[in-house]
């Protein structure tokens, strides 16, 4: 039962486009969401994250929109670069014991 | 400031052996999780320390067991080592909301 779920497995994009990495979740008790960008044989390093309160965070390049009726939150990157190509996983936690769940992961790929 | 350490970053070891994998968390977390990335899979969650207690673990047999030492770091067994174990073993920190996580170890079992 996979409480987060990234349905798309890749996404290719051209550089200076915008990026679109969608995650939905099951869980009402998730408060907290969190993006993880990963590169091959290394750990995720944490990106941005947004309470439930709010339904948008800006960091740079950077955006996540969180839509808490839908259950769905999505990642932006705008623009694009090379060096973003990499597997973006979607996080989710709740109160009380804030082990982040995770969705599979999306691998992202920004074609020069 | 010193992130998540892991160690070591590559283990290789015959089925059926024990394997210990160990991690510091950043200095001043208390609180230290443990996940498995095997292939073609996501993070799964397999246990969680803080101050020196286990508190939750995730779906995985007994034969994964773990602890937490004084100084916060942490320390994850694995026995009776079977060739689905091998995966990406990753540890993360956390102060509050966000888990910071190491470089992980990669445990290759054959």
């Known amino acids: 039962d996979q409480q987060v779920k990234q349905n798309s497995p890749s996404l290719s994009v051209q550089e200076g486009r915008i990026s679109i990495l969608n995650c939905d979740y099951t869980?009402?008790?998730?408060?907290?969401f969190l993006w993880y960008k990963k590169y091959p044989a290394e750990g995720p390093t944490f990106l941005i994250s947004?309470?439930?309160?709010?339904d948008k965070n800006e960091d740079g390049r950077f955006t996540v929109f969180l839509n808490k009726s839908a259950k769905h939150l999505s990642l932006h990157i705008v623009p694009s670069q090379p060096g973003d190509s990499a597997v973006y996983f979607c996080?989710?936690?709740?109160?009380?014991?804030?082990?982040?769940?995770f969705g599979r992961g999306t691998s992202l790929i920004v074609h020069p | 400031e010193a992130g998540v350490t892991q160690s070591p970053t590559h283990l290789i070891k015959t089925r059926g052996q024990q394997a210990t994998l160990r991690c510091s968390p950043i200095?001043?977390?208390?609180?230290v999780y443990w996940y498995q990335q095997a292939l073609g899979l996501g993070l799964q969650f397999l246990l969680w320390?803080?101050?020196?207690?286990?508190?939750n673990r995730g779906n995985f047999p007994p034969r994964f067991s773990g602890r937490q030492f004084p100084n916060y770091s942490s320390e994850l067994n694995v026995n009776a080592l079977e060739l689905e174990d091998s995966a990406l073993y990753l540890c993360?920190?956390?102060?509050?909301?966000?888990?910071?996580f190491g470089q992980g170890t990669r445990l290759t079992v054959v």
């Open positions: 200095s001043g977390h208390t609180s």
């Open positions: 947004i309470s439930s309160i709010k």
């Open positions: 320390y803080d101050e020196g207690e286990e508190r």
């Open positions: 996080a989710a936690n709740g109160v009380g014991s804030y082990i982040p769940t």
């Open positions: 993360a920190s956390r102060p509050d909301r966000v888990a910071f």
């Open positions: 869980n009402s008790m998730f408060d907290y």
